[in-house]
């Protein structure tokens, strides 16, 4: 071993290990040395390391680029669910509609406080007779003189109005059933909401007619006509038309607005259809929003690499230029194993040759002036590389 043999020269002193360290360098860096084939090879094999790591390099750019552009379609891809969702539901949040909704209302309630006092009166007088000098349809006494013949007529009088509002609820929802048959591909059915409408017109003829005999049997009775009550009068007589002008015609205005109303988006709560498909798209984000983490991951994971062979392909150009130039790459790494080698060597030697005391005295120091050894030739093995 050159490490014992050295110490055997030296008898062990520190002062002459510097010599015998750049001994062992010497050596060292004369294994490194390679013959021309062997350099030719060297370098046949470190370009074809430093090709295949540009193609692979270049690879990755392109695996890069493919990548970003499947995350940009996922990006995409969960904005236009987003967009099906809001349309799915109608666009019910469109603040524009706030307006029209609103006055709708306001008519509608309007509208349904008029016909709840019109079918009381004009009920009140078909049903008990025209009071002589009214207007026949129009009785401001209708409450009072119905309290006069009891609570019963008071209760009827009350309740006759909501048959009427009754019969526009039921249109309502027939016309609901009919849009959904549509949005299912269904033909619609229109017998229902038509009989509901001939009763309605039905109802508000015989009022017309009861309004109009007893208005014409008073006049009869007054003398201010001489003609007795016959049908085909009904169809000569004003307050039969007033009658359905001012009830059935606002009847149907008020049925189409209460429709418009029930059925805008503000009042109605999602179907289970509805909930259902938004269900099943929320799943579908949920999937993109995975698919878009698992490209990101990969992303990353590609954009690693690339920093990679970034950094390891101008290390290997450098070392393919060092060897082309005569310039030995030099392992650190591998120079302190030989370094060791040798002072196992050293110490081997002063240990079996000294008593104890002194033998630790002199591997100290031989330790020490090792370490600074190693440190000048590491720097000294910088300076070099560097040019």
Do not use: C
Not at 357 to 381: D, G, H, P, V
């Amino acid at each position: 071993m050159l490490g014992f043999q050295s110490a055997e020269k030296s008898k062990s002193k520190p002062e002459a290990l510097d010599n015998y360290l750049n001994i062992v360098y010497e050596k060292f860096i004369d294994d490194l040395k390679l013959n021309d084939e062997e350099k030719d090879r060297k370098i046949i094999q470190l370009k074809s390391e430093l090709a295949q790591k540009k193609q692979l390099r270049q690879e990755i750019i392109s695996s890069i680029e493919i990548t970003k552009g499947k995350k940009d379609d996922k990006e995409e891809d969960i904005e236009a669910l987003k967009v099906e969702k809001i349309e799915i539901r109608g666009g019910s949040g469109d603040l524009g509609e706030t307006t029209p909704f609103i006055i709708g209302s306001f008519i509608t309630i309007l509208l349904t406080l008029y016909l709840f006092v019109f079918y009381s009166s004009s009920g009140y007088s078909a049903l008990y007779g025209i009071k002589p000098g009214s207007l026949g349809f129009l009785n401001p006494q209708v409450f009072s003189d119905a309290g006069r013949k009891g609570g019963l007529v008071v209760a009827l009088i009350l309740l006759f109005p909501v048959i009427f509002l009754g019969l526009g609820y039921l249109i309502h929802d027939s016309l609901e059933k009919n849009k959904a048959l549509k949005d299912e591909g269904k033909r619609q059915q229109f017998t229902l909401i038509t009989l509901l409408i001939l009763i309605t017109f039905i109802a508000d003829a015989f009022i017309g007619y009861k309004i109009s005999e007893g208005v014409h049997r008073n006049n009869f009775n007054a003398g201010i006509t001489d003609v007795q009550w016959e049908v085909s009068l009904i169809f000569s007589d004003v307050n039969f038309y007033l009658v359905l002008i001012l009830g059935f015609v606002v009847y149907v205005i008020w049925g189409v607005l209460l429709n418009r109303i029930l059925s805008h988006p503000f009042l109605k709560s999602e179907s289970e259809k509805t909930k259902l498909l938004l269900d099943q798209i929320d799943v579908k984000i949920d999937k993109r929003k995975q698919e878009y983490q698992v490209i990101s991951n990969e992303l990353s994971n590609l954009e690693g690499k690339l920093e990679f062979f970034d950094e390891d392909i101008p290390q290997l150009q450098k070392k393919i230029f060092g060897i082309e130039n005569g310039t030995l790459p030099v392992s650190l790494t591998a120079l302190e194993g030989s370094i060791g080698e040798f002072m196992s060597g050293w110490q081997q030697y002063t240990n079996g040759n000294n008593y104890y005391t002194s033998a630790q005295n002199l591997i100290e120091k031989a330790i020490e002036n090792q370490t600074l050894w190693l440190e000048r030739k590491k720097s000294e093995i910088n300076f070099e590389l560097a040019n």
